[in-house]
């Protein structure tokens, strides 16, 4: 089954994860949008979607792996909080425009 997937101006193609690129901040927005990568048969609870990895990869995903900080801190540094922001836009984008369209 084809993982590609159609939106507004740009494409994940065939990927299913992305990892923010501060040069392509719509990314996040469009991940947020995008469509399954397969259809689902029912409803499923939120249990059931966090222990099931399958389920999981059936959606496209924001991988945040490249946000670090000391181990044993909390503190995350500036360079860090300007990865961390491209990532709060992408979602307050994504949450102004589901309002807009189901309100």
Do not use: C
Not at 26 to 40: G, M, N, S, T
Not at 46 to 63: G, H, K, Q
């Amino acid at each position: 089954m084809s993982t590609s997937r159609r939106r507004s101006s740009a494409s994940l193609g065939n990927a299913t994860s992305l990892t923010p690129n501060p040069r392509q901040p719509d990314d996040i927005y469009y991940a947020l949008w995008a469509a399954p990568v397969e259809r689902f048969e029912r409803r499923y609870t939120l249990d059931e979607i966090r222990y099931s990895t399958s389920l999981r990869e059936r959606m496209p995903r924001i991988d945040v792996d490249t946000v670090t900080f000391d181990s044993g801190s909390w503190e995350v540094t500036p360079g860090q909080v300007e990865r961390l922001a491209l990532i709060a836009d992408g979602i307050n984008r994504a949450i102004g425009a589901f309002r807009a369209k189901f309100s």
